[in-house]
């Protein structure tokens, strides 16, 4: 027993020795940070900001909902200058919550009612709305206002975010509802108008595509991308229902709304100079929660738990947080994912091959002891990030899908021919990036794409083809 114990003791006290040594070698690692790389200096210079405020779709939607008779670009400006007033406040405390900037008794202008007419990716969406015509009038009505106001934003030349970026930068959208009422309006007219409604109805949905396109070649965060590419979506959708509706006549322009796919126009890598200004942020607040050891106000926590989290957000904590090592991991991974954006569907296996590689080149150092704080950051985004890109190209494919819709109807395709037209013409049928083909359904009539990226499961990427009334 005296032997076992004795064998024991040392093993305690070597292990305990080693212990001390990979503590003592883990400081001293982290004694001191990198200098900032050239890539990382490059992300931290904010781009210029070329519009006017009545120039910019940003502040227009950030001032959407200002009362009636009031400027929403003077009511968003005024949004703006409030937040950006108040970001030391939030770099003090992550538990901040932004106060509004609206004077008491301020009424937002909301929409009133409800479409009730389902989303307009479902297919069930095109009938509904001919079955709906008085409550879509009813609705146009109650909110003229809101109305006005969205027609308007397309008459704005650009978009660029001018709140900086934070955990409470304002997201700009218009009202979901508005967004529906405007296509179901489109709808309504393509299949109960007369030809005069229908060709103006048909221009300005051209002019409601290109809002979107200008949104997402702006320059703003990866959501503001996002919801530009979910817009042209539903937009490509609404118009496919257009195109499957043999009841339903098209009228020219509709040529010009959907035009050969240029694989660059859905190219977001911008949007990560936006997403490493926003990474900045969240380092700067975790440095000012270390530095003045801060602590959720009222914590129920037991003493254990408090000392541990005033030891990983004070100085402790700090000494393995290195700010400079983390932005210059952060430039890496954002000019990958910039360079994973710009697609060439020659090389487009090889470009997610070299960003995966990337990845776990890196993932394999990401918990070494230089920096781990910083790198567990970078653990965490980076892994997600990845599949944005890929969204903004399974877009690009809907447009081509969309296309080729248009190409069976205007050729009066018979449903037997579809695989043979399909096969004669690759430019309109297989994936830009991918270049795979897509897949033809004859008893459903339906033509769907393999999409390059995880998807929502509530979206839709595919469409019903035209087919004669006899056939």
Not at 134 to 146: F, M
Not at 205 to 228: P, T
Not at 289 to 308: C, E, K
Not at 343 to 362: C, D, K
Request: charged residues 20%.
């Amino acid at each position: 027993m005296r032997k076992i114990l004795g064998v024991l003791w040392r093993l305690v006290k070597w292990g305990a020795l080693a212990l001390l040594v990979v503590v003592a070698i883990a400081f001293a690692v982290n004694a001191r940070d990198e200098k900032l790389s050239p890539e990382a200096q490059a992300l931290m210079q904010l781009p210029a900001n070329p519009y006017r405020p009545d120039q910019n779709i940003y502040v227009a939607l950030l001032g959407f909902d200002a009362p009636v008779g009031e400027s929403v670009i003077v009511r968003g400006q005024a949004k703006i200058d409030h937040y950006n007033g108040l970001l030391d406040e939030q770099l003090k405390d992550p538990l901040f919550t932004m106060p509004t900037p609206w004077p008491a008794g301020f009424k937002a202008l909301k929409f009133q009612g409800k479409t009730e007419l389902g989303h307009p990716r479902d297919y069930s969406f095109w009938p509904s709305v001919r079955d709906n015509g008085s409550k879509i009038d009813q609705l146009l009505a109650a909110n003229r206002e809101l109305y006005q106001r969205f027609l308007a934003l397309r008459d704005l030349p650009g978009y660029f975010e001018i709140e900086l970026p934070s955990v409470f930068t304002d997201i700009a959208y218009p009202p979901t509802e508005l967004r529906n009422l405007f296509l179901a309006r489109f709808a309504l007219l393509m299949q109960t108008g007369s030809n005069a409604q229908k060709h103006q109805a048909m221009i300005d949905f051209g002019r409601d595509i290109n809002l979107w396109r200008r949104v997402l070649a702006g320059d703003g965060a990866l959501i503001s991308k996002m919801l530009a590419i979910a817009s042209i979506q539903n937009d490509y959708l609404v118009l496919s229902d257009l195109l499957a509706d043999p009841h339903t006549s098209i009228p020219e322009e509709i040529d010009s709304c959907v035009p050969d796919v240029n694989v660059a126009e859905w190219n977001i890598g911008k949007a990560f100079a936006s997403e490493f200004q926003f990474h900045l942020f969240m380092h700067k607040q975790i440095r000012e929660i270390i530095a003045t050891g801060w602590q959720p106000p009222g914590s129920s926590d037991s003493r254990a738990v408090r000392w541990f989290m005033r030891a990983v957000w004070g100085p402790l904590g700090g000494w393995f947080f290195k700010v400079n090592a983390t932005e210059n991991l952060e430039a890496q991974l954002m000019n990958e994912l910039a360079r994973e954006s710009s697609i060439s569907p020659a090389t487009f296996e090889l470009q997610r091959v070299r960003y995966q590689t990337w990845l776990g080149q890196h993932d394999s150092t990401l918990h070494a002891i230089y920096n781990p704080m910083g790198k567990i950051l970078v653990d965490i985004a980076a892994p997600t990030y990845g599949n944005y890109p890929l969204r903004a190209y399974d877009a690009a494919a809907l447009q081509r899908l969309v296309r080729l819709s248009l190409e069976i109807r205007q050729h009066q395709i018979a449903f037997a021919d579809i695989p043979v037209f399909m096969k004669q013409h690759p430019e309109w049928s297989t994936h830009p990036a991918s270049g795979s083909a897509f897949s033809w359904n004859a008893n459903a009539g339906e033509i769907s794409i393999h999409t390059v990226s995880q998807q929502p499961a509530d979206r839709r990427f595919a469409v019903r083809v035209w087919r004669k009334l006899a056939e």
